[in-house]
T-cell receptor, first 114, second 111 residues
Framework: DTAVSQTPKYLVTQMGNDKSIKCEQNLGHDTMYWYKQDSKKFLKIMFSYNNKELIINETVPNRFSPKSPDKAHLNLHINSLELGDSAVYFC?????????????FGPGTRLTVL | QKEVEQDPGPLSVPEGAIVSLNCTYSNSAFQYFMWYRQYSRKGPELLMYTYSSGNKEDGRFTAQVDKSSKYISLFIRDSQPSDSATYLCAMTGGSNYKLTFGKGTLLTVNP
């Protein structure tokens, strides 16, 4: 059973479109994250939810909107896609804070904006 | 100065070599220090973590933390081609949810 899963795995779309990426974890964790990894492999936190509440919101354009319907799911909706949004987006989950904050990552969604 | 600095490499070594990967950091609030391994086209996976200063060993991997120098290392002994991946250091203060990652070092172990 996959611990953290994402759909779709690949997404190719035109500039200006709106798209969503979905994430689900079956680890029973309360906290989930979205990361963006650019072509140089730099992994940057975008958002984090703890038990459906937004707790981290880094400097990300308003075109990106996360949504957590329950603590096992965290989706990412992107409006008006731009060329610079092309990247790999990773979802992750972790146990409660107060320790090493071990994060478990999904397989990634490779987004290409044409 | 960036919070976490990591030489991106690439680093290429022959099979059986000892590999040393390093990160420096500036935030003295960091208490947990982690190494993630990321194979090509996969998500990062946690290799090991260390709390505060000291060493930790797990098989062929040894993590070292020197808080006084704000310097962490990962050593890989008897490196194998299957160790070829990008290695990312990551750190946190422990009381919040945020992990700060280095940029990753691409390692290739040649047979």
């Amino acid at each position: 059973d996959t611990a953290v899963s994402q759909t779709p795995k690949y997404l190719v779309t035109q500039m200006g479109n709106d798209k969503s990426i979905k994430c689900e974890q079956n680890l029973g964790h309360d906290t989930m994250y979205w990361y963006k990894q650019d072509s140089k492999k730099f992994l940057k936190i975008m958002f984090s939810y703890n038990n459906k509440e937004l707790i981290i919101n880094e400097t990300v354009p308003n075109r990106f909107s996360p949504k957590s319907p329950d603590k096992a799911h965290l989706n990412l909706h992107i409006n008006s896609l731009e060329l610079g949004d092309s990247a790999v987006y990773f979802c992750a989950s972790s146990p409660p804070a107060g320790g090493p904050n071990e994060q478990f990552f999904g397989p990634g969604t490779r987004l290409t904006v044409l | 100065q960036k919070e976490v600095e990591q030489d991106p490499g690439p680093l290429s070594v022959p099979e059986g070599a000892i590999v040393s990967l390093n990160c420096t950091y500036s935030n003295s609030a960091f208490q947990y220090f982690m190494w993630y391994r990321q194979y090509s086209r996969k998500g990062p996976e946690l290799l090991m973590y260390t709390y505060s200063s000291g060493n930790k060993e797990d098989g062929r991997f040894t993590a070292q933390v020197d808080k006084s120098s704000k310097y962490i290392s990962l050593f890989i002994r008897d490196s194998q081609p299957s160790d070829s991946a990008t290695y990312l250091c990551a750190m946190t203060g422990g009381s919040n949810y945020k992990l700060t990652f280095g940029k990753g070092t691409l390692l290739t172990v040649n047979p």
